[in-house]
């Protein structure tokens, strides 16, 4: 069966780091495109990075140069490393694999989603 | 950036009702659109994909169409499991979601 497990998230300090983890069981997630979209309490969905499975890697400007996505084949896992973090990072982080082909990528799996809170 | 959105926010509709939610992208993204279904402390559920195409095990109740700038996800007939929120999706450019439609009781 194909799943997404994230694990990480928890209540953390403005300006404070936290790095959030997703397990893959059922494919590789090396051989994927694996993305994290984050959704603030009552709010809509934020995608926020990429990794393709070349290993190139992309940011929403809202989190660029402070968060970074990655991943541990020899784990099957992905994680985003998040520091500087500030209030409106606040949100359930959820992971997710893509699926498509040529240029264009949807997501077709998604984890449960790990809750993270920035305060004070 | 792409721009989503999706219109009615909220709709009340009854168990049996045809349901049809629209969402406007701010350019064309050909047919590179997908509706997601989500229900209360869950994930979103993926439903449709490039526009019109249903994802493997979603009811055939729902259906998407559309191209260039103007979509739609219909639910031809309303089942007390269909009251959730549904987003729309672009990813011709990036990935950007619509603001979210409501689908609650009448």
């Known amino acids: 069966e194909v799943q997404l497990v994230e694990t990480g998230g928890g209540l953390i300090q403005p300006g404070g780091s936290l790095r959030l983890s997703c397990a893959a069981s059922?494919?590789?997630?090396?051989?994927?495109?694996m993305s994290w979209v984050r959704q603030a309490p009552g709010k809509g969905l934020e995608w926020v990075s990429v990794i393709y499975s070349g290993g190139s890697t992309y940011y929403a400007d809202s989190v660029k140069g402070r968060f970074t996505i990655s991943r541990d084949n020899s784990k099957n896992t992905l994680y985003l490393q998040m520091n500087s973090l500030r209030a409106e990072d606040t949100a359930v982080y959820y992971c997710?694999?893509?699926?498509?082909?040529?240029?264009?990528?949807?997501?077709?799996?998604w984890g449960k989603g790990t809750t993270v809170t920035v305060s004070s | 950036d792409i721009q989503m959105t999706q219109s009615p926010s909220t709709l009340s509709a009854s168990v049996g009702d045809r349901v049809t939610i629209t969402c406007r992208a701010s350019?064309?993204?050909?047919?590179?659109l997908a509706w997601y279904q989500q229900k209360p402390g869950k994930a979103p559920k993926l439903l449709i994909y490039?526009?019109?195409s249903l994802e493997s095990g979603v009811p055939s109740r729902f259906s998407g169409s559309g191209s260039g700038t103007e979509f739609t996800l219909t639910i031809s007939s309303l089942q007390p499991d269909d009251f959730a929120t549904y987003y729309c999706?672009?990813?011709?450019?990036?990935?950007?979601f619509g603001q979210g439609t409501k689908v609650e009781i009448k």
């Open positions: 997710a694999r893509y699926s498509g082909n040529y240029y264009y990528y949807y997501m077709d799996v």
């Open positions: 999706q672009q990813y011709n450019s990036w990935w950007t």
């Open positions: 059922g494919f590789t997630v090396s051989s994927n495109y």
């Open positions: 490039k526009a019109s």
């Open positions: 350019q064309s993204i050909s047919s590179w």
